[in-house]
């Protein structure tokens, strides 16, 4: 069974330092989307992208933040200048382009300790 | 930002009775509803969704009813086994937002579900 991958599983940097954080959607996917949970609070959407742009994003989604597909299979976030409450738990997850499906399949998540 | 809720934080039941999780949500934009269940140190697996156009979706022992004029969505596990045990979270999304809000996810604060042997 195919399935979204992430790494590193857990990352923990100091504030102001950059982060990259990967993830390998499901090959035949179309849509790929990163999440956020901080300890305690509900799944945030962060960001979506498909055909290579961004097609929605949050207000948490800031200019400390960006996404990048640089290939073929990987999807990235980058967060520019870590703060302590970047904090969280990040999910990427992908869908099929459907008319019929709208489930978002996740990844295991990366969490990120902000120190 | 409310506009999905699950208003029980937890549910315990024994095993082999049924578990009825619910949802409720504002936005009447909505018109697709998925109910994902976490693990610890896991990512939200996929478990059941439904669309806005009908009010019940079967798959083996789970069952999705929503009730549109009321704003509300269970999910019905039928029988509850041990292994169920985990945190579920209702989601929300419009699919007709023209590509401004296509795909994006809405999250309720999810229910921890404890099935007792």
């Known amino acids: 069974e195919p399935e979204v991958t992430q790494t590193p599983s857990h990352q923990v940097t100091q504030m102001g330092q950059e982060v990259i954080l990967r993830c390998v959607p499901i090959?035949?996917?179309?849509?790929f989307y990163w999440y956020r949970q901080i300890l305690g609070q509900k799944v945030e959407f962060l960001v979506s992208?498909?055909?290579?742009?961004?097609?929605?994003k949050s207000e948490i989604f800031d200019d400390q933040f960006s996404v990048e597909r640089p290939d073929g299979s990987n999807f990235t976030l980058k967060i520019r200048s870590t703060k302590l409450e970047d904090s969280a738990m990040y999910f990427c997850?992908?869908?099929?382009?459907?008319?019929?499906?709208?489930?978002?399949?996740f990844g295991p998540g990366t969490r990120l300790t902000v120190l | 930002d409310q506009q999905v809720k699950q208003n029980s934080p937890s549910l315990s039941v024994q095993e082999g009775r049924i578990s009825i999780l619910n949802c409720d949500y504002t936005?009447?934009?909505?018109?697709?509803f998925l109910w994902y269940k976490k693990y610890p140190a896991e990512g939200p697996t996929f478990l059941i969704s439904?669309?806005?156009?009908?009010d019940k979706n079967e798959d083996g022992r789970f069952t999705v009813f929503l009730n549109k004029s009321a704003k509300h969505l269970s999910l019905h596990i039928v029988p509850s086994q041990p292994g169920d045990s985990a945190v579920y979270f209702c989601?929300?999304?419009?699919?007709?937002?023209?590509?401004?809000?296509?795909?994006?996810?809405?999250f309720g604060q999810g229910t921890i579900l404890t099935v007792h042997p």
């Open positions: 997850a992908s869908r099929r382009l459907s008319g019929t499906s709208n489930e978002q399949f």
């Open positions: 090959s035949n996917h179309l849509y």
């Open positions: 992208f498909y055909n290579n742009e961004i097609s929605e």
């Open positions: 936005n009447s934009m909505f018109d697709y």
């Open positions: 439904i669309s806005s156009i009908k």
């Open positions: 989601a929300a999304n419009d699919s007709r937002g023209g590509g401004t809000s296509y795909g994006k996810l809405t």
